[in-house]
Structure formats: C-alpha cells, structure tokens
C-alpha cells in the first residue's frame, strides 16, 4: 500500500510543485487549496503526512495543525514556513508538528525531510495503515458503503472517471453528492490537479458571475483588483457546481457558452481565456420539472447531464447503516478511537428503522449528538426523541413457509406493488404525497413505479 501524502498550499504553482516530486519519489498525493479543504478531505480519508504551509487565506496552517492532531493523531505533519517566520515555525513544534521547513528550499533538502518524518512515525504509520485497511475495506474514495447500490454506484463512477465528460449528481440533501464528485475527481487522470466546489445557491446573484468567471479591476464596485475566478482556480482539474438549479437563467446562459466552447471571459475584460476544466454538478431539485417550468435551460441541462450519478437515499441502503455509525464514532470518539465505544443492540435496530429524511447528514449529527451525552455507549436513551418511534408496520408473527418452499421475491414485489398504489389511491395520484406517505423520495418513488410498469409519467 502506497504511502499517502496531502499537501495544503493555497497557491497553485506550489501544490503542483510538491505532487509531481513527491509522486515521482513514489507517494501518492492529494492535494489541498486551503485547510477547510484539507479538513474535508482527512474527515473521509486517511493520510500518514501532511504538509501545510502556514500562512493561507481564512484558516491558518498553525490551526489546521491542531485540527489534525484531534482528527487523527498518528498522522505526521510538515509545515512550509516563510524565512522569517520564526516563532511561527517554535509554535508549530509545540502543537506536535514534526518539523518545519522555510521557503525557499531545496529539492533534496524536501525530499529528506519528508522520509526522515516518515521515518520517525515508525509504529504510529503502521497503526495508519491499519486504520486505512479497516476503513477501505467498506468504502470507496471516502463513500462508505457495501450495499449493492452502492456497489453499483462505484462501478459508474470507476467508469466515468476516465472520461472528460460532464456529471451530473442527483440525490436528496445529505446523501453525499460532494463526495461523489470528489471521488470522480480523485479516480481521475485530473486529480493531482484542483477539485473546486461552491454551491451556487450560497453566492449572492450579483457575484455568482465574478466568482465562476474572475473579474478585470475596476469592473464594478468593489473590485479593487484583479481576481482570477473559480474556472481558473481549478484550471486542469475538476470544478463542482453545486445546487446547480439555484443558478440564474442569465447565468446559465454563459455557463452553456463556456462548456461548448470551452473559453470565457472575466467580468470587464475583452479577453478570452481557455478553460481546461471538467465539470460536475449537482443538484437536489427535479430539473427535469424545472425545465418545463423554464426556470432551467433545457440545452444546458443535456449539457450537464452527460452521464448521471444517482445517489441514493439511507433509507434505501439501511444494510450501511451500521457502518457508516461505525465510522462516525471513529470521527467523534475523543482521541480520534472507537474500541471502547458499545453500540446497544435496540440503539442500532432503531436507527435501522428510522426513515433519515436528512439521510447520512442526519446520521451523522445523532452519533456526534449522542456520543456528547456519552463517549462509551450509543444508547437508546441517547438517540433524538423522532428515532424511537418506528414507522415500520408490524406484521404478524405467526408465518409458515410450506413444506415445498416459496419464492419469497415475488411476493415481496407484490406486497411493495400494492402499497405503492395503496399510497397513489390515498393521495388521488400525486406521486409526491405518495412517496412522502411511504418515507421516500418523489425520485425513489417514480422508480419503483416504474420498475413496476406503473408509471405513466405524469407528475
């Protein structure tokens, strides 16, 4: 297993630098444009180094450090310091940073220091290792998950990574569609380059254009300066487009212009830039309905939706419900363990019937929530008050199975089939009520309509 190194630098010509030595010298690197960034990724994957430089922009390189050492205390860390930055560098040695190297340096002098600091982590590396072997067994690129539609879901994504086509990921708030275009990114040829996400319902509409596309000082208001935008940030790797439907039409417009031809201009200048960037979006809203409400351009939505990665929601893949509570106690539990944390048996079948409208997002919060109450045992008592009331009906128990045998698939596709229209007959045909009456999605919902031959297409 390759020894797995990040490197956090907000400038792009340094984080290029550092991946192509330290990947010639046989690591494999990730890389970082700020420490939220690094965060993000260290929460879904193990590194045995990380080196940070220590003055970036919003989170310093001195506070990432601390985050890393509650995160994951047997990663090594290396910082990248100015020349004068002397008490920064004494700072860094006291929060347990390994040592520190100042700008400018040179090649070998990196190279040794990161194989002295390899070195020296001795059987703190070999307890990573066997962390990373545990958690990968059951993930993929930080998804966790063996359900067969999570298989599935790796097997696309293995399939697209190659490609230099568009993605578009949909699913319900919380089922980790981030994650899924990170994965993309990382199992592409692309990924020693950017991955830049920004969710495009966050950004006010008046800046959404600055920020995808740069702007020429003097522009407009407030541009003081020149400023390269989000396409050139992520300029030979890959740019996540969040919450694409929140997008304004005019937006839109010049979104479609840069994907066809593969150029733009900054705000205020005649300019044409290139734009070696592969696009992912996503998106929770139907866009098909919000294309026949022309509040989404029908010839950007083919655009986008080259190949399409559907994330399902928890409550369809209830099989991944232990690990993924097995993994967020290894994130929560103080020091970074989860040896000495009980899972109660009546703790788990509740979690397993619970519908998790907020999906793994919502998972997620419980276990952080109850292992504040207690850091040893995930508690019935512990868990939010909406867990514990089943929505499950309760059959029978008094079942036979003949003598002969049965074929308990058709029978279950007939009780799911007459539920379904069960729910279609209470709601007068709205699919949406329906699904929301049997806990699932409008889009879950029409699938299983379909897989049924019940599905008229008709909202």
């Known amino acids: 297993m390759k020894i797995r190194i990040l490197v956090v630098d907000d400038e792009l010509s340094m984080r290029e630098f550092l991946s192509i030595l330290l990947e010639r010298e046989g690591y494999q690197v990730e890389v970082a444009g700020s420490a939220e960034d690094a965060l993000r990724q260290m929460e879904s994957a193990l590194f045995d180094l990380v080196l940070s430089d220590v003055n970036m922009p919003g989170l310093g390189g001195i506070e990432l450090l601390s985050r890393i050492k509650q995160l994951s205390p047997d990663t090594g860390v290396l910082m990248i310091t100015a020349f004068s930055a002397a008490e920064q560098a004494v700072e860094a040695m006291k929060l347990g940073a390994y040592d520190y190297i100042s700008k400018p340096f040179k090649i070998e002098e990196i190279k040794q220091l990161v194989k002295n600091a390899l070195e020296k982590q001795g059987l703190k590396r070999e307890n990573v290792l066997l962390k990373r072997d545990v958690q990968e067994r059951d993930s993929f690129c930080g998804i966790i998950g063996k359900s067969q539609r999570m298989r599935e879901l790796f097997d696309m994504i293995q399939k697209v990574a190659n490609s230099h086509s568009s993605v578009l990921v949909l699913g319900e708030s919380g089922t980790g569609k981030e994650l899924a ?120 939505y083919y655009r986008i939706n080259v190949v399409q990665l559907l994330m399902p929601p928890l409550r369809d893949r209830i099989e991944d419900i232990p690990l993924l509570v097995e993994h967020f106690c290894r994130k929560y539990q103080v020091g970074g363990h989860n040896s000495s944390v009980t899972i109660a048996p009546q703790a788990l079948k509740a979690l397993m019937n619970y519908p998790f409208p907020g999906n793994i997002r919502e998972l997620e919060n419980c276990i952080e929530r109850s292992l504040i109450l207690d850091p040893n045992v995930i508690s019935e008592s512990n868990l939010p008050e909406q867990m514990l009331v089943s929505k499950v009906p309760c059959f029978s128990a008094d079942i036979d199975i003949p003598e002969e045998g049965m074929l308990l698939e058709p029978l279950l596709e007939e009780l799911e089939k007459k539920y379904l229209l069960k729910a279609l007959e209470k709601t007068g045909g709205a699919k949406k009520k329906a699904g929301e009456l049997l806990g699932m999605s409008f889009r879950s919902f029409r699938y299983r309509l379909a897989k049924f031959g019940l599905d008229s297409g008709e909202e």
């Open 181 to 300: 275009a990170r994965s993309v990114h990382t199992c592409s040829p692309r990924k020693s380059k950017p991955f830049v996400a920004v969710n495009c319902g966050a950004i006010p509409e008046n800046l959404i254009e600055s920020e995808l596309f740069g702007h020429k000082k003097g522009s407009f208001t407030g541009a003081v300066s020149d400023r390269p935008g989000l396409f050139e940030q992520a300029e030979g790797g890959t740019l996540f487009l969040d919450e694409i439907g929140e997008l304004p039409l005019l937006l839109q417009t010049k979104l479609l212009r840069v994907l066809q031809e593969r150029e733009f201009k900054r705000v205020g200048c005649t300019q044409t830039r290139k734009a070696d960037v592969r696009i992912i979006c996503a998106s929770n809203r139907d866009l098909e309905s919000q294309v026949k409400e022309n509040s989404f351009r029908e010839d950007l």
